[in-house]
């Protein structure tokens, strides 16, 4: 990949990272419930999603959930229930306060281990096709088939991986203070209801995305 093609891909990959969605719901939501610290296994789940659906792009399987009708439907009602049942856990969820953390801190049972959460940060990526077919639409501009894809999949990834993992600790970083400001277990809450609400909203989202 040219130098130049990879800067026009790094600025992509930013503007990508910050726009709102699922993910950005999900590292502010374990930014506000856990803390930057114990949030980072959720967010490295993020990331994680983002290879798997970069992989499945690779091996051909973005093009058939943009080609198929009922594999992009499956896909998208599998996410539209993960992120309602995201959002009733959130909305459900004990308001506890964010306590100090130590460097050896461990996660937060009551919120899941923390393989729970980058299993549920992985999944809420890997379950969302609309970006399967935005991906797909978006890197061949990138991408150079007469070159060697292994190398230029690996230096997408790459930089998508840096991009979102910053991206979603700022994110939760934000709300981790905003959490501390709203100390006190009624506005916490106030704070666990409002994620959750943002999770249905973005279940009714995907729910009325439609492929084009």
Known sequence: MDAGVWLAFFVTAWAISLSPGPATVFALSQGAALGVRRALPGITGLVAGVW???TAIGVGLGGLL????????????????????LGVMQWRAAPKPLAPTTPSAR??????????????????????????????????????????????YLAIAATFTLTEFVVMTGYASLAARAARWLAGAERMRIVNRLFGGLFVAAAVGLATFRRT
């Open 107 to 152: 996660v937060d049972t009551s919120n899941g281990s923390a393989a729970g959460l980058f299993v549920r940060g992985w999944a809420v990526n890997t379950t969302n096709p609309k970006g399967y077919v935005f991906l797909l639409a978006l890197l061949p501009q990138f991408i150079d088939p007469a070159r060697p894809l292994l190398p230029q």
């Open 52 to 54: 798997t659906s970069l």
């Open 66 to 85: 943009a080609g198929s009708a009922t594999a992009f439907e499956v896909l998208k009602w599998i996410g539209v229930a993960y992120l309602l049942y």
